[in-house]
């Protein structure tokens, strides 16, 4: 580029490093953005359902959970400045969430669940048999034995969550590259060299956003971290019967309805490498697993299916800075939760980059707390 050194280099265009890109650039800083696909929001991102479902997504209470609640808190206010920045309307749907079994082992589990999440001030039904869960989802299946209702849950279009971040990230004035693929990070003097092929861009801050590509990036820091890339397939329907209220979730998948009335059936969690395909075995079982749910979708007809690599991390996601030398920012790991994670990954990175402080709510997530040091 030859330009002055930018204040921030994010590397990585999926939801999470637009949104931190964004965010950053909007605290006045001059912030460029590197992705290596030639459109931004191309990998995970665009695979996803859009859930913003911290409670059927989390197992526990603990810090995930409340960081989890924080940016579903964020969301609706997120969508809204979105679309004033960008004209891009996410599709932000507060339909609710249903969280049902068909195996009467798995009720105890939901009570289970359903006892923490009360105690922690989460609005949840009592438990429902399948007569009490109909009058939220008429068309739920015979299979279904039990469930929770969670009124609060909202889901959001993922490609318009990109494409919105995208618009309002460059409007907010940072500099989007794409077909840019970083080869490399090191220091050079006060600042940071990153490599793209033979061309050198600078900066004082780096973040990377890397999603499930991270590792050579991170080996050549001297961070031991590898994320693992997590297969989910997906199956788009269009049905033929009335429209899906509310998100049904179950115990080998769920079952969503955008407002174009597509029904998606995800996902597979399958551990393949970076093959993000899709294969006959995967689609079947997404298939079984809709009808068994929602035997009216049968006669669906078949609409798409897709495949997208999650970055996993054992423990769980990673956002902060690196304890050997703090100017370089992790933003990996948020495996199925990545949009859900987007507002508040970039508020507190946004935080920590303008303050060069670690904000209190990222304690239990910084690299120093997972790597030492
Ligand atoms: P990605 O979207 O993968 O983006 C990483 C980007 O970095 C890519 O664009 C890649 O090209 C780029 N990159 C990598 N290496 C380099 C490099 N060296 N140089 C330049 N660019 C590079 N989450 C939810 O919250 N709700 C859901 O309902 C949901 N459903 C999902 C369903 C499926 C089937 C899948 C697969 C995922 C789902 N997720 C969901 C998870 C969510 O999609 C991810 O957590 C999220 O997309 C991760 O975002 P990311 O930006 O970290 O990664
Ligand atoms: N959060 C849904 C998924 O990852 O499939």
């Not at 509310?246 to 969503?256: R, S």
């Not at 507190?348 to 304690?363: K, V, Y």
Request: charged share 20%; proline share 7%; aromatic share 6%.
């Amino acid at each position: 580029m030859g330009q002055a050194p930018f204040d921030c280099l994010v590397i990585g265009g999926g939801v999470i490093g637009l949104a931190v890109a964004r965010e950053v650039a909007r605290k006045g800083r001059s912030v460029a953005l590197l992705e290596r696909r030639s459109e931004p929001g191309a990998e995970a991102t665009a695979a996803a359902a859009g859930m913003l479902a911290a409670a059927a997504e989390a197992h526990s209470p603990g810090p995930f959970f409340d960081l989890a609640r924080r940016s579903a808190d964020l969301w609706p206010g997120w969508a809204e400045q979105l679309f004033e920045e960008s004209g891009v309307d996410v599709e932000y749907q507060g339909c609710g969430l249903l969280r049902v079994t068909t195996s009467s082992e798995v009720v105890g589990d939901l009570e289970i669940r359903r006892a923490w999440q009360l105690a922690q001030g989460l609005e949840v039904s009592g438990l429902l048999g399948l007569e009490e869960l109909r009058r939220e989802v008429p068309q739920l299946g015979p299979d279904v034995v039990a469930g929770l209702h969670y009124p609060g849950v909202a889901h959001v279009h993922s490609h318009r969550v990109a494409e919105a971040l995208a618009l309002a990230a460059r409007r907010a004035g940072v500099r989007l590259h794409l077909s840019a693929e970083v080869t490399g990070v090191r220091p050079s003097g006060d600042l940071l060299e990153v490599s793209v092929g033979a061309e050198r861009h600078f900066a004082q801050r780096v973040v990377l956003a890397t999603g499930c590509w991270g590792e050579p990036l991170l080996r050549g820091l001297g961070v031991s971290l590898r994320p693992e890339p997590v297969r989910g397939q997906m199956l788009a329907l269009r049905p033929r019967g009335l429209p899906l209220p509310e998100i049904v979730f179950g115990d080998h998948g769920y079952v969503l309805q955008k407002r174009s009335g597509l029904v998606l059936a995800g996902a597979t969690e399958e551990r393949v490498g970076y093959l993000a395909e899709t294969t006959l075995e995967g689609v079947a079982k997404l298939a079984a697993m809709a009808r068994s749910l929602l035997p009216d979708l049968g006669p669906a007809e078949f609409s798409g299916a897709w495949a997208g690599l999650r970055p996993f991390l054992p423990s769980g996601p990673v956002i902060g800075p690196l304890p050997q030398d703090p100017r370089v920012m992790l933003a990996l790991g948020h495996f199925r939760n990545g949009i859900l994670l987007a507002p508040v990954t970039a508020q507190l990175l946004g935080e920590a980059l303008a303050d060069g402080q670690e904000p209190a709510g990222l304690t239990a997530f910084s690299p120093r707390h997972i790597l030492g040091g």
